[in-house]
């Protein structure tokens, strides 16, 4: 099986706003499975559809426990989630796998209760709080064609262009 290729910045279709999931097939159960697959290869902690090139509302989350271990147990699959409340304030050292090595601290909320569907399309809801809520925050930015270096300061902002620019001269 080929893997799923992630797509980086600045590939324009990360700017795409992706596409309500109304389907949820086998196909869909599959495209989750790669995207796990990818996330885990890559060791992301998140990974939206459109980062591998596919523009649904579907995203998934698995945080490391406390030895940096991911466990598939403890996998969210979610399928068309909507921020229904957000608390608080928390400052968190971000990374993306659409922005390969560079980091930076992004101001978010700290608390967020989201509704969305799993892969078989069943309601659910879930408070997250601190390092899940800013997981769930990067990634459904994803799906609005958002990127976490959107956030930055425009000091910030253009120290990261220009080391993107250096990175990329051969």
Known sequence: MIMLEVITYPNPLLRQISKPVEVFDE????LLDEMYDVMIAKNGVGISAIQVAKPIRALL???????GNQH???LLEVINPEIIEKNGEIIFSEGCLSVPEFYEDIKRANTIKITYQDRFGKSQEIVA???LAVAFQHEIDHLNGVLFIDKLSI???KKFEKGLKQKHKF
């Open 27 to 30: 196909e869909l159960h599959d």
């Open 61 to 67: 989350i698995c945080i490391p426990d406390e030895e």
């Open 72 to 74: 598939k147990e403890n």
């Open 129 to 131: 709080t601190d390092y």
């Open 155 to 157: 000091v910030k902002r």
